[in-house]
């Protein structure tokens, strides 16, 4: 536990070497031995962060399985660490901007996010530090409605509104993690297996990507489901849909579990969990046809897999997954640049983790 | 707990899928943009998918809210319409193309409108309205060339009706006049 929380800290001090140059307010100079200058140094921070958070949850993890931690250490753990990484910067992705600016657009200018892009607002400030101004909104309505709260709530400050939206996902997180753990028949390792996954703690809780608020709405709509809570199961289902639509997919399965409900039918809910996270690893795959694969989609994935009962082949290739892609930015990271060898690079740490992982097994067997 | 006879459709299935994605992925058109140009001719009058179309573009407009999203749809509209009264003058729908050149200007008038908004609040910084200068230039030039072309006025006899004169060469020179704002406005 100490360790995770000197490992928090660090990362949220670490999380300064990457501030944005045009960032309104800037850290220390010291801050600088990691910018965008010093490409080796920021490389290896971020490589040092991810294995050491992974080498501290495989440690934490044989310890659930063997019954030497419990729900409430997790639960600690997941809290202390919320609360620290609430301060840290986004440092690994700009999509809070693209939140903060599509917010903007709607509720400051009243312009329809849809149609205009933050880039025609040619006098708005964030185009100077965010990174995808030339698009227009990529999420659900119900996202852009729902970031009305940060939105308000940040006061038109911008470094404010960055931790306001932070703290809005964190509670999607905190949601998650509850609803994973209930799903999860109060069990501790479905709990940290999710919610402690490096790339859940940095894509939602540093990151602060809305895939977490899609899957609370998800997670939500199978629990609600399972306590007979129909219509309001499958409005949080459509909610979740409404947020960032790959959820969307697992249309077909809601439909099957309100019908075995209606006729009265068992529902053996491994199968679903199962099903559940066949289907969006399928859409975690087919995401390049929108853009391409990045880490916080596994998330989608890990949800599901955290509800699985230990399988042998299952839970390795995710956690070998959940590995990889966040080292898909380490190319960019190190060389500055996304073409060249980047992505090929970033094809292979996806992919190669799992393949070697699955190959292993294999032979194993 | 595993699940025998369930990995594998899965996996070739998620196989097929990817393989699918990948060759779409790479299926991509890059567009280029030069000169301000108007769209192609849409549906006419008289097809069967106008009536449609018009009630589209009238929810559309809903859709465009905000002053910077209804300068677009306005513009838009004005264009197409343009065009759609230009093909019918040059089929001798008089009645028709007189209709839709009224609607341009209509449509035209309100993206002036929106351009002296959005100049108000400062939402950009000249973009749109450059982008509307260069439309109403193009659509000065085509009218130019109607004008050239086309009769002063005529005298319109649809069946089972009344005659009636147009005055197309007062229609021309409206729509002139309402597209010289844009010289005006910001």
Known sequence: MALYVLFFLFITVTSYAFVDANFPWQPPFIFSIADATHRIISTTLYIFIIAGLFMLYGHLLRKVRDGSIGSPRVWRIILIGSAILLFAYPAFSHDIFNYIATARVLFLYGENPYIIMPIELTNEPILAYMHAPNKTALYGPLWIILTAFPHFASLGNPILSVFMYKAFILLFYLGCAWAVWILGNRKTFPLAFFALNPLVVIESLVSAHNDVVMMFFALSAFLLIRKNLLVSGIASFIFSVLIKFATGILSPLIVWLVYLLLKNERIKWNKIWLWSTGLMFVVFLLSPLREEIYSWYFIWVLAFVALLPWNRSIHPIALAFSFGVPLRIVPYLATGSWFGLTPVIKSVVTFLPPLITGLWKWVKK | ?186
Not at chain 2, 60 to 70: K, L, P, Q, S, V
Not at chain 2, 108 to 136: N, P
Not at chain 2, 170 to 177: N, S, V, Y
């Open chain 2, 1 to 186: 707990m595993s699940y025998p006879g369930r990995l594998p459709i899965m996996m070739r299935c998620v196989t097929f899928i990817t393989t699918l994605a990948v060759l779409l992925m790479y299926c991509s058109i890059s567009v280029f943009a030069s000169d301000y140009v108007l769209p192609y001719p849409s549906f006419m009058p008289g097809h069967r998918l106008y009536a449609i179309h018009r009630a589209w573009s009238r929810v559309d407009e809903f859709w465009h809210f905000g002053a910077i999203a209804r300068i677009k749809y306005h513009r838009q509209r004005a264009d197409t319409l343009l065009v759609e009264a230009k093909t019918l003058f040059e089929y001798g729908q008089y009645e028709f193309a007189a209709r839709a050149l009224l609607e341009s200007n209509k449509h035209f008038a309100r993206a002036v409108l929106y351009d002296k908004e959005i100049g108000e609040q400062q939402k950009d910084t000249g973009e749109q309205h450059a982008l509307l200068k260069a439309s109403g230039e193009k659509h000065t030039e085509i009218i130019g060339r109607l004008s050239n072309e086309l009769p002063g006025q005529i005298v319109w006899e649809p069946e089972n009706r009344e005659p009636q004169i147009i005055d197309i060469g007062l229609l021309l020179r409206q729509a002139e006049i309402i597209r010289a704002f844009t010289n005006e406005t910001q």
